[in-house]
């Protein structure tokens, strides 16, 4: 089962890269996975001078490694956690001066762009000291290139021992009832369980196992929204009370509205999951 080894934090003076330490440990802590700090300086500055501007605890940074390199870390950060595969980065959004709409910050867009791993990203205004990934969402709708996500979730979920969730949405466009490209057609009647609703189910998680090379004997759940796909992730998010929405994406912003919606409503952290350049482990079972 594919297992994440590195949690990365990108560390600055700006008091917002500090709130998410907690979320972090907890994310290295349930993944078994090491806490490395990681600070782009743009001039001569020690590492302890940054801890002690930022007051960061001993217990903070207790069996975490800090790494630190010359250059802009729009740069720095991606092209650091490329050369160490299982990472996963954790930073914060930021609140919209004009309105208080959540969004993304440059240097958070530009390593989303660059990075080959999942990002985290955690709402501002929340207090992580005592979050834990009990609850997981995954959004999915069954294309292979989405199922492509389902094996790292499915890892850092058995890992966790948190329970996964997944969510389909039917996307349709110009309305015409016609689904996602190479994505499994949903029956005709949702309502009805005459008409195969349980069987569509069964074919549906069968369909992402195969294509996301799960294991045998990994149960899923799956949940079924019927509205806009990022209302409906929102509204899923707080229905099952996740703490963590996994979102697979294809790293182009300009067409992301999904991932934009959640991202600017999303009120646990987001994984961004960069599917275009996730290749599917073969995996066995824990």
Same mark, same amino acid.
């Given at each position: 089962?594919?297992?994440?080894?590195?949690?990365?934090?990108?560390?600055? +003076?700006?008091?917002?890269?500090?709130?998410?330490?907690?979320?972090?440990?907890?994310?290295?802590?349930?993944?078994?996975?090491?806490?490395?700090?990681?600070?782009?300086?743009?001039?001569?500055?020690?590492?302890?001078?940054?801890?002690?501007?930022?007051?960061?605890?001993?217990?903070?940074?207790?069996?975490?490694? &800090?790494?630190?390199?010359?250059? +802009?870390?729009?740069?720095? =950060?991606?092209?650091?956690?490329?050369?160490?595969?299982?990472?996963?980065?954790?930073?914060?959004?930021?609140?919209?001066?004009?309105?208080?709409?959540?969004?993304?910050?440059?240097?958070?867009?530009?390593?989303?762009?660059?990075?080959?791993?999942?990002?985290? &990203?955690?709402?501002?205004?929340?207090? /992580?000291?005592? /979050?834990?990934?009990?609850?997981?969402?995954?959004?999915?709708?069954?294309?292979?290139?989405?199922?492509?996500?389902?094996?790292?979730?499915?890892?850092?979920?058995?890992?966790?021992?948190?329970?996964?969730?997944?969510?389909?949405?039917?996307?349709?466009?110009?309305? =015409?009832?016609?689904?996602?490209?190479?994505?499994?057609?949903?029956?005709?009647?949702?309502?009805?369980?005459?008409?195969?609703? +349980?069987?569509?189910?069964?074919? &549906?998680?069968?369909?992402?196992?195969?294509?996301?090379?799960?294991?045998?004997?990994?149960?899923?759940?799956?949940?079924?929204?019927?509205?806009?796909?990022?209302?409906?992730?929102?509204? /899923?998010?707080?229905?099952?009370?996740?703490?963590?929405?996994?979102?697979? /994406?294809?790293?182009?912003?300009?067409?992301?509205?999904?991932? +934009?919606?959640?991202?600017?409503?999303?009120?646990?952290?987001?994984?961004?999951?960069?599917?275009?350049?996730?290749?599917?482990?073969?995996?066995?079972?824990?």
């Amino acid at each position: 089962m594919e297992r994440f080894s590195m949690v990365y934090v990108p560390l600055d +003076r700006n008091e917002a890269s500090k709130q998410v330490i907690p979320l972090a440990s907890a994310l290295a802590e349930a993944a078994d996975a090491t806490l490395c700090f990681i600070h782009a300086a743009t001039h001569n500055e020690a590492a302890t001078d940054l801890l002690e501007h930022l007051h960061v605890t001993r217990g903070q940074i207790r069996n975490a490694m &800090f790494d630190q390199f010359p250059g +802009r870390p729009e740069d720095v =950060i991606p092209a650091t956690v490329n050369q160490h595969p299982h990472s996963i980065i954790v930073m914060p959004m930021s609140a919209h001066p004009e309105g208080g709409i959540q969004e993304l910050g440059p240097v958070s867009l530009a390593v989303i762009k660059k990075a080959d791993c999942p990002v985290v &990203f955690a709402p501002p205004g929340h207090d /992580w000291n005592h /979050w834990k990934p009990k609850r997981m969402l995954l959004p999915q709708d069954s294309t292979e290139e989405c199922a492509a996500a389902v094996a790292p979730a499915v890892g850092f979920s058995s890992k966790s021992k948190s329970h996964l969730t997944l969510l389909h949405v039917p996307i349709y466009s110009a309305g =015409i009832l016609e689904p996602a490209h190479h994505a499994l057609p949903l029956p005709r009647y949702l309502d009805q369980p005459q008409h195969a609703i +349980r069987a569509w189910q069964e074919a &549906f998680i069968e369909r992402l196992c195969e294509l996301g090379h799960v294991p045998e004997g990994v149960e899923l759940d799956l949940v079924l929204g019927t509205g806009d796909p990022g209302e409906e992730i929102l509204a /899923w998010a707080k229905r099952i009370q996740a703490d963590l929405i996994v979102l697979p /994406w294809h790293r182009d912003l300009e067409t992301a509205d999904i991932f +934009r919606a959640v991202i600017r409503g999303a009120e646990c952290p987001i994984m961004s999951l960069p599917i275009a350049n996730v290749i599917a482990p073969s995996v066995q079972a824990a």
